[in-house]
């Protein structure tokens, strides 16, 4: 079965550019999260969805920072404009919740954001 | 608010000793999950165990045991006869049911376990 898909694996751009990330869930988990890690802040929550419903971005740096999950399948993470602040590997992470309960996280390869 | 402290920054041990990672937990709620996770060099996060606020029972996989302990909110790691394969940088996480079960990670300790 496919696990938790991202790309891009790697990006590079410059400072002021739109950056797009993508993440497609594993089939069948409700609940997909956004996480960013950095040495200096280690593994920061910046969005989770339910159901395809945003339910906490109180994470989210500030509103350079957009999450959309139109669907079951897919999801963006979308930084505009990127400031090399944002450099930090980005990880899609899915779950499948049940009557009240919570599962592991399946996290994605990540993508390698740098902002020159 | 829900906080997860992992203390040891890093920890470095020779192959074949013991080492334990701590994992402490702050929460209001009754119901809540905690978990460990590795993520060894290659950058993957990999789920190593999910345990319920009304399971205190501890338990043993292999070379790994969990020690969970409601009444000092812990819930720490053992890893028995270390081998340099453990090498890795190990997260702690809750998840809470009030959050809507959002699941967030303590700093993580990196251990290197050395031939």
């Known amino acids: 079965d496919a696990g938790v898909i991202q790309s891009p694996r790697h990006e590079v751009t410059e400072m002021g550019q739109e950056v797009t990330l993508r993440c497609k869930p594993i089939?069948?988990?409700?609940?997909l999260f956004w996480y960013r890690q950095t040495m200096m802040r280690g593994l920061e929550l910046l969005i989770y969805f339910n159901n395809n419903v945003p339910i906490d971005d109180s994470g989210m740096p500030e509103d350079r920072f957009s999450a959309k999950m139109p669907n079951a399948s897919f999801s963006t993470l979308k930084i505009q404009p990127s400031e090399p602040r944002d450099s930090a590997v980005y990880f899609c992470a899915s779950s499948l919740g049940q009557g009240g309960t919570t599962g592991e996280l399946f996290f994605g390869e990540g993508s390698r954001l740098t902002v020159l | 608010a829900q906080k997860v402290t992992q203390a040891q920054t890093e920890i470095s041990v020779v192959e074949k000793e013991d080492v334990t990672l701590d994992c402490v937990y702050e929460?209001?709620?009754?119901?809540?999950?905690l978990f460990w996770y590795k993520q060894p060099p290659s950058g993957e996060l990999v789920f190593l165990i999910r345990r319920n606020s009304f399971d205190e029972q501890n338990e043993i996989s292999g070379r790994y045991s969990w020690n969970f302990q409601k009444s000092t909110s812990s819930f720490n790691f053992t890893i028995t006869a270390s081998q340099v394969v453990d090498s890795a940088v190990y997260f702690c996480?809750?998840?809470?049911?009030?959050?809507?079960?959002?699941?967030?990670f303590g700093a993580g300790t990196r251990l290197f376990v050395k031939a």
């Open positions: 996480a809750l998840s809470e049911s009030t959050g809507g079960f959002k699941t967030i």
């Open positions: 929460t209001r709620d009754t119901t809540y999950y």
């Open positions: 089939s069948g988990h409700n609940s």
